[in-house]
């Protein structure tokens, strides 16, 4: 038997500086993963301390993803033109005042405003935190600096609904994030001991009228998705905004034809592997973004979990999801990129629709269903992110890692968006309180996680289009701590 390869050994910094450069931009990726997951098991303590129905506590997690997508595209010229300290500093100083907002808030509304605030400094933690190792570090180095920096990007998801789910039921929901504050005073200390302060001589011109006109469509389409929701929005304006985001989305693509340095060069869409990566991620991603919003809720509200059980329960979907990481490359390199990805989202939109079979199930089976869901789902994600990026070259691969990035973060946003219109809309077909709790709110959940997991099987002909070829030796070189959302 061949044994196993050991773990790459941590870089050797050039300084005790370029060492705690490491530790910061740790520190970043924490804080984002952390946040990231953390308050999807407090959402139903949340909504009765604040007086809303549980099912309408979906734009706490939207208004953070999609300001995240938003923000995203600007996050590296900001660093280019302002220096990667001054905009790492913001960064950390938003994430840290907008958890304290959120921990103070009296209601949904500020509460949503104040998770706006900590997506802004979400979106720049991480593309900030590469762009100075990028720097900093030597080609042959920046690969292991890389791997050193995300390890805490992939704790951070794993602890986070455990914690969650201690700290609502020990303390209150207001925990989830004032722990970041002791988090984010720290960050502040490091990033004016640590961070160089690096900047382009010459960081071009930003394309603003690109940039809002891709903002206006993600939050238009994005409302108008859930506006037959939460927001309960009139069928004339979300046709209105369905239109606004359609509109702005072509008059980007046609901006981006003939403007000089796009936003988004149309180029990028020329390489095919990219092309079917990216719509791969946008719409599978429904599904895998859904799900974490989705089991706490049918944990606690369908089922009668407490926070803290239903927090523990996801610690083997966690774990599992990180063990599976080793094994990507061996299974991609015997099967190829197509028959995997093929096979391997059609197996996760069966096991997505296979927890509307929950009920009655002894504990041990619940268990190696969330395990086996977090193992195909970390495959999925490492899968589609290797094949989106592993044909960039060096021109393409700053524009193309942000647009990924990007559109990562907007699959997370619009899969929560889908599951809570369609538990609104289930709810209200089956005339079912939006307070209605246990037994009476099962079937709104069952229907509506069959059906996720019908579109995420639908998704698997989009890797349809993918040339059947095995992983290369440096594919996943690519995509070494890439994307926002740590997977």
Not at 53 to 72: D, E, F, K
Not at 192 to 213: E, I, Q, V, W, Y
Not at 448 to 458: D, M, S, W, Y
Request: positive net charge.
């Amino acid at each position: 038997m061949i044994p196993a390869a050991a773990p790459a050994p941590p870089p050797q910094p050039h300084s005790p500086r370029d060492r705690a450069l490491l530790w910061l931009v740790a520190l970043g990726f924490f804080m984002q993963g952390l946040d990231g997951t953390i308050v999807n098991t407090a959402l139903p303590m949340m909504a009765q301390a604040l007086h809303e129905s549980p099912l309408h506590m979906q734009m706490v997690v939207v208004a953070y993803a999609l300001t995240m997508a938003v923000v995203i595209p600007a996050s590296g010229w900001l660093a280019d033109a302002l220096g990667t300290k001054r905009v790492y500093l913001a960064a950390i100083a938003l994430f840290t005042v907008g958890s304290l907002g959120c921990a103070i808030s009296p209601s949904l509304g500020w509460l949503i405003a104040a998770r706006v605030l900590q997506g802004v400094g979400g979106a720049m933690l991480l593309p900030v935190g590469r762009l100075a190792v990028l720097r900093v570090f030597p080609r042959e180095k920046f690969l292991e600096a890389m791997s050193f920096v995300a390890i805490p990007g992939l704790i951070g998801p794993l602890i986070g609904p455990t914690l969650g789910g201690w700290l609502v039921q020990t303390l209150s929901w207001h925990w989830i994030f004032l722990i970041n504050l002791p988090i984010g005073i720290i960050g502040i200390i490091a990033t004016l001991l640590a961070m160089p302060n690096l900047r382009s001589p010459d960081p071009g011109h930003f394309d603003t009228s690109g940039f809002l006109m891709l903002a206006v469509a993600m939050v238009s389409t994005s409302l108008a998705l859930d506006g037959m929701g939460s927001l309960a929005l009139k069928h004339a304006i979300v046709v209105m905004l369905l239109i606004l985001g359609l509109l702005m989305l072509t008059a980007y693509w046609l901006h981006a034809l003939r403007a000089p340095a796009p936003l988004f060069p149309p180029r990028l869409f020329g390489i095919q592997s990219f092309r079917v990566g990216l719509l791969g991620n946008l719409f599978a991603r429904i599904g895998s973004g859904a799900m974490p919003y989705m089991i706490p809720l049918l944990m606690q509200v369908g089922m009668g979990y407490s926070p803290a059980q239903a927090g523990m329960l996801l610690l083997p979907m966690a774990l599992a999801g990180m063990s599976v990481k080793r094994i990507v490359t061996p299974i991609i390199t015997r099967m190829g990129y197509r028959r995997v990805l093929l096979g391997n989202t059609m197996l996760l939109g069966a096991l997505i629709a296979s927890f509307a079979l929950t009920t009655g199930q002894p504990l041990w089976l619940r268990i190696i269903q969330l395990a086996l869901f977090g193992a195909v789902n970390s495959l999925q994600f490492t899968a589609m992110n290797t094949v989106a990026l592993k044909d960039l070259d060096a021109g393409a691969a700053a524009s193309g890692n942000s647009l990924f990035s990007m559109v990562q973060m907007l699959g997370m946003s619009l899969g929560v968006t889908v599951a809570a219109g369609l538990l609104t809309a289930l709810a209200d077909w089956m005339d079912i309180s939006a307070h209605a709790g246990g037994a009476q709110s099962l079937p709104a959940f069952q229907f509506a996680l069959v059906i996720i997991g019908v579109i995420t099987i639908a998704s698997a002909f989009i890797f349809w289009q993918i040339q059947d070829e095995p992983a290369r030796d440096g594919d996943h070189e690519h995509a070494a701590g890439a994307g926002s959302g740590g997977q």
